[in-house]
């Protein structure tokens, strides 16, 4: 049965050509971070001096960097990083703001406005500010920056959970079920989740690109994932500081961020249309 619905859904992205694109991207994106070692050209970490700032040739597609290393093998490796801090820290706060927003919009009244407060309270922070002063306090570190994630992104899953849940806690099925003496728990794993965990899914895909932004963006400023992990935000920072030298070291940098952008929203979108179809673009 599961395998029959992802046919079907495989079947439906098919005729969209932009969900159609978006899911080629996000696999290429996945293989690269999954194969990244064996595709690479050369070793994303080795210096060679003698060749620093060669022009994008066909040795060097995207040409090197200030030490010698290969830029495409730079870009490729920081794949891993991105997708890995952007989709294990989504992951991360999808299911805690599951478990919150559950626990909002079925407890009782007063638990629900002390997590609403709680909710309300953390996603008032800017963004950005937040992320730097966690980063100033703990240091510059993977870790670190996946728990800035997790706490920005948390409070954002919770709220739409809880507005899901409270709609769906007064249908007449859950009313039903209700009076027949039914757990909480039971009630909210069985009967509730299935129906409201569809656009949690479609906003977190779409939220990855987005973490990985913002990873690169903190990295660019100097507090994000420290030297010499390739990711992408550093390529940028050390392109920005050689541009005048080596322009395309910058262009490389920003190249995968805009692939990986076009590919979570264009698939997200997709995947919405797929799933509620009130939603779904006139053709």
């Not at 859904?9 to 990244?36: E, S």
């Not at 991360?92 to 629900?112: F, K, N, Q, S």
């Not at 980063?135 to 510059?140: F, H, I, Q, S």
């Not at 670190?144 to 769906?168: D, H, S």
Request: aromatic letters at 8%.
């Amino acid at each position: 049965m599961a395998a029959g619905s992802l046919l079907r859904v495989l079947r439906r992205l098919g005729q969209d050509p932009l969900g159609l694109l978006g899911l080629c991207l996000v696999l290429l994106m996945v293989f690269c971070a999954v194969f990244g070692p064996w595709i690479t050209p050369y070793d994303p970490f080795k210096i060679h001096v003698t060749e620093r700032f060669n022009a994008p040739s066909l040795i060097h597609l995207f040409g090197t960097d200030s030490l010698g290393r290969d830029v495409l093998s730079r870009v490729i490796a920081g794949t891993r990083i991105a997708l890995s801090v952007g989709a294990s820290s989504i992951l991360i706060a999808m299911v805690l703001g599951l478990c919150l927003g559950l626990t909002a919009g079925y407890g009782p009244r007063w638990l629900d406005n002390a997590l609403l407060l709680l909710f309300d309270s953390v996603y008032s922070f800017p963004t950005v500010i937040l992320g730097l002063t966690v980063m100033t306090l703990l240091g510059a570190s993977i870790a670190t920056l996946m728990f800035v994630v997790v706490v920005i992104q948390t409070p954002a899953y919770a709220r739409l959970i809880r507005t899901a849940t409270l709609a769906a806690k007064n249908t007449e099925y859950v009313l039903a079920i209700r009076s027949l003496g039914t757990s909480p728990v039971r009630i909210l794993v069985v009967h509730i989740l299935p129906n409201i965990i569809g656009p949690l899914f479609i906003i977190a895909s779409m939220d990855i690109p987005s973490v990985i932004a913002l990873e690169a963006g903190l990295t660019y400023l100097g507090m994000g994932i420290p030297p010499p992990a390739p990711s992408w935000g550093r390529i940028l920072q050390e392109g920005f500081t050689a541009i005048r030298d080596a322009p395309w070291i910058v262009v490389a940098g920003g190249f995968p961020l805009i692939l990986t952008t076009l590919g979570f929203t264009f698939l997200g979108e997709s995947l919405r249309d797929l799933l509620d179809p009130r939603l779904r673009r006139i053709v």
